[in-house]
Each structure stands twice: as C-alpha cells, then as structure tokens.
C-alpha cells in the first residue's frame, strides 16, 4: 500500500497543528505569548501550583522541552516556583497576577481562531471533528 499523504492522520493532523499554532502564535504575540506559554498557562488556569513533571505528563512535551519554556515564563513575569512542600527535588508552579489578567484575553483569541477555522462545517461536523480527534489522541496516549 502506498502511503498519501491526503490519507494520512499523521501527516493532516501534524499540518493542522502547524497551522494552528502560527495562527495562535499571530494572535496571541500581542500579549507577549507563545503558544507554548499558552499550552502550559491553559493547565495552570485550571490547577495551580502543578509540579513540571505534573505538566510534563498533561501536556504530553518531553522534560527539556517544558523545562525552557518554564525558564522563559518565570524571566516573562508568568509563573514563579516554590520548593514542594514534600518532595524536595520538585518545585510547585504558581500563576502570577500578570499570567491570570491574561487569562481573558488569551482564551478569548483561542476560541476566535478554532471558530475560523471550524467555520467550514456545521455545528453536528464540527462537533464530530472535535470528539474524533479526542478520542485519536486517547488512543495515542495508550501506545
């Protein structure tokens, strides 16, 4: 079997992140954020004071990965660390005021971007699309 890369969910969906994260980073950058700084911040918005390995697991990044864009974080004014409470090796990841204040405006350019790109199918396809690529990346996780 031939591979085609127009029948490949790998290569679309590797596409599809491609895109997306240059249209996030366009309309996040006048926030001072990366897409990656995003990526950690919409964890932290839900639970704060998450440890890098807490992070490292939800987001599915490898250590060194996250480990520099928690680096840039901190040097941004987004987070800041405190030694854990029981585990000494591990450093607990907190907000600051400036990464909350971003929370609004950030997920608010997040939800126009999916909504421009979902423009092209109704609401049951779009609603389809969503629940397919959760359960791909459900799927992918348990390899």
Do not use: C, Y
């Amino acid at each position: 079997m031939a591979f085609e890369k127009t029948k490949s969910a790998g290569f679309l969906v590797n596409h599809l992140a491609r895109l997306f994260a240059n249209g996030l980073a366009a309309e996040i950058a006048p926030l001072g954020l990366a897409p990656a700084q995003f990526m950690a911040l919409l964890e932290l918005w839900e639970r704060d004071g998450l440890t890098q390995a807490d992070l490292v697991s939800r987001l599915d990044v490898e250590q060194a990965t996250l480990a520099n864009t928690l680096s840039r974080m901190e040097r941004d004014g987004l987070i800041h660390r405190t030694p854990h409470p029981e585990d000494s090796r591990a450093r607990l990841i907190w907000l600051t005021e400036r990464a909350r204040n971003l929370e609004a405006p950030a997920k608010k350019a997040a939800s126009q971007l999916n909504r421009k790109a979902l423009e092209g199918l109704d609401e049951k396809a779009a609603s389809a699309f969503l629940s397919s690529l959760n359960i791909v990346i459900n799927t992918m996780r348990q390899r």
